[in-house]
């Protein structure tokens, strides 16, 4: 598996970092891009919204829309890497799950967790 992963690594990588994924508002008046981690890349706002001066309204909306995005940047990367890491094991490593981790590696390892 180690080998398997080393091998494919450079170009999974490459196109993991590319990943880009945008989001558009349930009302379609915010659209977010965000990058593979989800980091923000772009936010538009269409001119419309400037009509009703709600800012919590426009920041919830920007919120859950960039975290749309976000998921489903990290759904397209879990995707990328399904040929050589198991989608459960990606998704523990990218939440930050380190006893879901190491239980795993254990398990592979022939230990118990």
């Not at 999974?12 to 981690?37: F, I, M, N, P, Y």
């Not at 538009?44 to 975290?67: G, N, W």
């Not at 879901?100 to 590696?105: E, G, N």
Request: glycine share 6%; hydrophobic share 40%; net charge negative.
């Amino acid at each position: 598996m180690f080998k398997r992963i080393q091998d494919a690594s450079a170009e999974l990588h490459t196109q993991a970092k590319a990943v880009q994924v945008t989001e558009t508002s349930r009302d379609g008046q915010v659209s977010v891009t965000v990058g593979a981690r989800g980091e923000l890349i772009r936010l538009d706002l269409d001119p419309r919204i400037y009509r009703r001066p709600d800012a919590r309204y426009l920041a919830d909306t920007i919120a859950e829309t960039a975290h749309r995005a976000a998921v489903r940047a990290q759904e397209r990367v879990t995707e990328i890497f399904e040929p050589v890491i198991p989608p459960e094991e990606f998704k523990a490593h990218l939440e930050g799950d380190l006893e879901a981790v190491m239980a795993r590696f254990a398990e592979r390892m022939g230990g118990t967790s």
